[in-house]
């Protein structure tokens, strides 16, 4: 007599598998599939374009192609029919929203796990780090923990956050428990350089323009610190904004560098001496660890108390942009510095590794699913991380 082989576990992710969508949230998605194991779980996603290698020759993998129209309905399909056992990652769209309605209403077994990576409610004392009103307005618009956010946290299965400041806000905001993994870093593209840093500092922002990134003070330091090279890497809504800014300072030590793909904002990273990242709302900004895994020292905002810099030790978090200003101006006046913190950042990004993270994953999925298969009970308690 053979043994009949386990079913496998199905999970539906609203995430994208295109190679070339570099958002940190479809990153942190691509990167857990690809290393779940072929035997165990069947994973379907969206593709907007050419997918991720290791997911196209993934063995039980569905890529459900986007096109201009009739996507909702035609990945609501492969929610309903059959259901899913997890649907994980759950964003903001019309697929979340209809498919959380039918959810509700049919009673459906499948399990929510629901994974925040921005801070809810940020911490009081905003104002006194961003004196001007834009900034200040920033903030306000860029509320998390409503609308379907906050009906992912309360109708989920299992909250994951990725960090401990995340999950900490995520209770302060809604009551609920969140467990905590942390995002990995993809060493294919972020690893250290060989050689030594250059004779003047080139000082490096990576990604999205839009208020709450505050792009405009990177272009304020560039026309401050004229001996020293700054380089944008991104694009978005405040992009012209601040080319006009920098035409206007007359900043000609500022090179814009649009979007890049992994392995060019790599080659980037190495080849920079100072990251510097003013945004003021975030989870626990991917970019930072793939900066500190390239030997770069990361200059952030305290504010959203980012695992992945030490201050003091790997880089520096700020508490104002006084703060974050004199930073810069310390570490690119100190070669030796800016080397030990090199030295201490590669170190620490080393402990985020996306094999140990998938596995953890793994984990809460199986969990997850054993705990809806058997019965319907009060929401799975995370384990202590």
Same mark, same amino acid.
């Not at 290698?53 to 399909?77: C, D, K, S």
């Not at 989920?156 to 905590?180: C, M, P, R, W, Y």
């Not at 945004?279 to 770069?296: D, H, I, R």
């Given at each position: 007599?053979?043994?009949?082989?386990?079913?496998?576990?199905?999970?539906?992710?609203?995430?994208?598998?295109?190679?070339?969508?570099?958002?940190?949230?479809?990153?942190?998605?691509?990167?857990?599939?690809?290393?779940?194991?072929?035997?165990?779980?069947?994973?379907?996603?969206?593709?907007?374009?050419?997918?991720?290698?290791?997911?196209?020759?993934?063995?039980?993998?569905?890529?459900?192609?986007?096109?201009?129209?009739?996507?909702?309905?035609?990945?609501?399909?492969?929610?309903?029919?059959? #259901?899913?056992?997890?649907?994980?990652? /759950?964003?903001?769209?019309? !697929?979340?929203?209809?498919? @959380?309605?039918? %959810? +509700? =209403?049919?009673?459906?077994?499948?399990?929510?796990?629901?994974?925040?990576?921005?801070?809810?409610?940020?911490?009081?004392?905003?104002?006194?780090?961003?004196?001007?009103?834009?900034?200040?307005?920033?903030?306000?618009?860029?509320?998390?923990?409503?609308?379907?956010?906050?009906?992912?946290?309360?109708?989920?299965?299992?909250?994951?956050?990725?960090?401990?400041?995340?999950?900490?806000?995520?209770?302060?905001?809604?009551?609920?428990?969140?467990?905590?993994?942390?995002?990995?870093?993809?060493?294919?593209?972020?690893? #250290?350089?060989?050689?030594?840093?250059? /004779?003047?500092?080139?000082? !490096?922002?990576?990604?999205? @323009?839009?208020? %709450? +990134? =505050?792009?405009?003070?990177?272009?304020?330091?560039?026309?401050?610190?004229?001996?020293?090279?700054?380089?944008?890497?991104?694009?978005?809504?405040?992009?012209?904004?601040?080319?006009?800014?920098?035409?206007?300072?007359?900043?000609?030590?500022?090179?814009?560098?649009?979007?890049?793909?992994?392995?060019?904002?790599?080659?980037?990273?190495?080849?920079?001496?100072?990251?510097?990242?003013?945004?003021?709302?975030?989870?626990?900004?991917?970019?930072?660890?793939?900066?500190?895994?390239?030997?770069?020292?990361?200059?952030?905002?305290?504010?959203?108390?980012?695992?992945?810099?030490?201050?003091?030790?790997?880089?520096?978090?700020?508490?104002?942009?006084?703060?974050?200003?004199?930073?810069?101006?310390?570490?690119?006046?100190?070669?030796?510095?800016?080397?030990?913190?090199?030295?201490?950042?590669?170190?620490?990004?080393?402990?985020?590794?996306?094999?140990?993270?998938?596995?953890?994953?793994?984990?809460?999925?199986?969990?997850?699913?054993?705990?809806?298969?058997?019965?319907?009970?009060?929401?799975?308690?995370?384990?202590?991380?």
């Amino acid at each position: 007599m053979t043994r009949s082989q386990p079913r496998l576990i199905t999970i539906f992710t609203p995430s994208d598998a295109a190679e070339s969508n570099t958002n940190a949230q479809n990153l942190t998605v691509k990167e857990i599939v690809a290393r779940l194991p072929e035997d165990q779980f069947h994973v379907t996603m969206l593709c907007e374009g050419d997918p991720d290698p290791r997911l196209a020759r993934r063995r039980n993998t569905r890529l459900v192609r986007w096109t201009q129209h009739g996507n909702t309905l035609r990945l609501l399909r492969h929610c309903l029919l059959p #259901p899913p056992d997890i649907y994980f990652f /759950p964003r903001s769209g019309p !697929l979340d929203r209809v498919f @959380f309605d039918v %959810r +509700k =209403r049919m009673g459906l077994k499948t399990a929510l796990v629901t994974y925040i990576v921005m801070a809810m409610n940020q911490a009081p004392g905003r104002d006194s780090i961003a004196k001007d009103t834009t900034a200040k307005d920033t903030i306000a618009q860029d509320t998390t923990g409503q609308g379907m956010i906050r009906r992912s946290v309360l109708e989920a299965d299992i909250v994951i956050g990725n960090s401990k400041h995340v999950a900490e806000t995520v209770f302060q905001a809604l009551k609920v428990k969140a467990g905590v993994i942390y995002d990995g870093v993809d060493r294919r593209h972020y690893f #250290p350089r060989e050689r030594a840093g250059n /004779p003047t500092p080139v000082v !490096l922002y990576a990604g999205s @323009f839009q208020p %709450r +990134k =505050r792009v405009e003070l990177v272009v304020q330091q560039a026309a401050r610190l004229p001996a020293f090279q700054f380089r944008l890497a991104g694009k978005g809504e405040t992009e012209q904004q601040c080319r006009d800014l920098a035409q206007r300072l007359g900043c000609r030590n500022l090179s814009f560098l649009g979007h890049l793909s992994s392995e060019m904002l790599g080659e980037e990273m190495r080849r920079a001496d100072i990251f510097f990242f003013p945004s003021l709302l975030e989870g626990n900004p991917q970019v930072l660890l793939q900066a500190a895994a390239c030997g770069l020292p990361c200059l952030a905002m305290e504010l959203y108390r980012s695992d992945y810099v030490l201050s003091g030790r790997t880089g520096f978090l700020a508490g104002s942009d006084v703060e974050l200003s004199e930073s810069l101006e310390r570490l690119a006046g100190d070669a030796a510095l800016r080397a030990s913190f090199a030295v201490a950042a590669v170190c620490h990004a080393n402990r985020f590794d996306w094999e140990t993270i998938a596995g953890q994953w793994s984990t809460v999925f199986q969990e997850v699913v054993a705990r809806r298969r058997s019965y319907s009970q009060p929401r799975y308690q995370p384990r202590a991380s």
